[in-house]
């Protein structure tokens, strides 16, 4: 092996994977006109990677977006953004925290209810996939889209992603070269990349992730009900709701509709263990 670094390891077994198996239960990435699905983002983490830059919120971030991720809200061009979620070490961070919001095709946000908002967690992999459109120029900023991201019982970092090739880039006082998106058009869409590298310590991985037969369901989850409890797939819980699962009791941090392979001891950022 000398010669190959671990990087190059991983990223040779990422793309090993096929994209349905390496996203698990999100949805599956953007496809051509004809149907057929694009080539994951390789695993693009390396050790002196900078940690992702942040940036100012803005004046148009509301709590408690619905868990979800697609943003499909209104009409304009489509675009899939897919990318990872990095610690310091190039570990991936599953369930983390992806809390997103961007303004409508008219460069207009919705502050009345929930129009291209949204949160998710990222896949046991570290992975996200978030299907939107390309948000319209708001007065004075490039176009953008804004993010909260946090892994599990970490600060959040709140930042914003920028699109290549904008005229406006150059005149926007925000505007940090470093949280460019990767993009590229698809015939009348478009799909956007970018990887999340949070000052989270933890041990580099040595090899890669485990891989799964090409014939392991996408959508492959722990069973929510196997170690008993209260906890329910599809169900509406509040701020303050409290579960079991395992024998153990929960306590509901972010008001959200539950989903199968989000059971509590997944998904520390909606649950935390009383």
């Given at each position: 092996m000398a010669g190959i670094?671990?990087?190059?390891?991983?990223?040779?077994?990422i793309i090993a994977i096929p994209a349905p198996i390496l996203l698990g239960g999100l949805?599956?990435?953007a496809r051509t006109p004809s149907g057929q699905p694009l080539t994951p983002t390789p695993f693009s983490c390396d050790e002196d990677d900078d940690l992702t830059p942040p940036q100012m919120e803005g004046p148009y971030f509301k709590p408690n977006s619905p868990l979800r991720t697609s943003m499909l809200d209104g009409p304009g061009t489509r675009l899939t953004l897919t990318g990872y979620v990095f610690g310091i070490n190039c570990q991936p961070i599953p369930g983390a925290l992806l809390d997103f919001w961007q303004a409508d095709?008219?460069?207009?946000?919705d502050n009345v209810?929930?129009?291209?908002?949204?949160?998710q967690l990222t896949n046991t992999q570290g992975a996200f996939s978030l299907t939107t459109i390309v948000p319209g120029l708001y007065p004075g900023r490039t176009r953008h889209i804004h993010v909260k991201v946090q892994a599990p019982g970490r600060p959040i970092l709140t930042t914003q992603l920028y699109f290549p090739n904008e005229p406006r880039n150059s005149t926007?006082?925000?505007?940090?070269?470093?949280?460019?998106m990767t993009v590229q058009q698809v015939g009348s869409a478009k799909q956007a990349t970018f990887d999340f590298v949070l000052n989270v310590p933890g041990t580099p991985p040595t090899s890669p992730p485990p891989s799964?037969?090409?014939?392991?369901?996408?959508?492959?989850?722990?069973?929510?009900?196997?170690?008993?409890g209260t906890w329910q797939a599809y169900v509406a819980y509040a701020v303050g709701a409290r579960v079991t699962y395992g024998g153990a009791t929960y306590t509901c941090q972010i008001a959200h509709t539950s989903l199968p392979g989000w059971e509590p001891p997944n998904t520390p950022a909606l649950w935390k263990r009383a």
């Open positions: 670094s671990r990087k190059k390891l991983l990223q040779a077994a949805p599956a990435i095709n008219n460069g207009a946000y209810g929930n129009k291209f908002r949204g949160h926007d006082t925000l505007y940090d070269p470093a949280l460019l799964a037969s090409p014939s392991a369901s996408a959508s492959a989850s722990p069973s929510p009900t196997a170690p008993g």
